[in-house]
């Protein structure tokens, strides 16, 4: 379990009730964003979701962080979160194509990346899109982010 805790000048991230964090991030470097096409996204939170510790509720709890302590930024929630919602969706699609396939051998590098990116391109579409968008606003709004 990662725990957040908001120190003095810094953000930590703990894991399991560790006495160091595993990550750490300087409160003056919270509001730090990048361009998306025309949007605006935090920059920690693409970078965050490729952490194999990473939990998704963590990911909304500091983006909450983020905008208690910079109410004013110019942050695209909706877009910062669909990526990391729809890479959670595309994951289970994985594992559950593995799940019922009637293949039992296992997957060597290769195979493996080009089957995600099948996969990638199969759920390219705007039925999709628009449910990970639903799931992105449910949870936005649970957080109150928007």
């Known amino acids: 379990m990662i725990i957040i805790k908001i120190e003095t000048h810094q953000i930590n991230l703990y894991k399991d009730d560790s006495d160091s964090p595993i990550y750490s991030i300087r409160k003056d470097d919270l509001w730090h964003t990048r361009i998306q096409g025309e949007h605006i996204i935090s920059d920690w939170i693409p970078h965050l979701m490729l952490k194999t510790w990473i939990e998704k509720h963590i990911l909304y709890k500091l983006a909450t962080v983020i905008q208690k302590e910079f109410p004013d930024n110019k942050i695209d929630w909706s877009v910062t979160f ?54 992105v606003k449910i949870n936005l709004q649970n957080n109150k982010l928007i």
């Open 82 to 135: 669909f990526q990391v919602e729809k890479s959670q969706y595309l994951n289970h699609v994985k594992k559950t194509k593995h799940l019922i396939s009637s293949s039992k051998k296992s997957d060597t590098g290769v195979e493996d990346l080009f089957e995600s990116i099948e996969i990638g391109v199969e759920e390219q579409n705007d039925f999709v899109n628009s449910k990970v968008s639903e799931i």
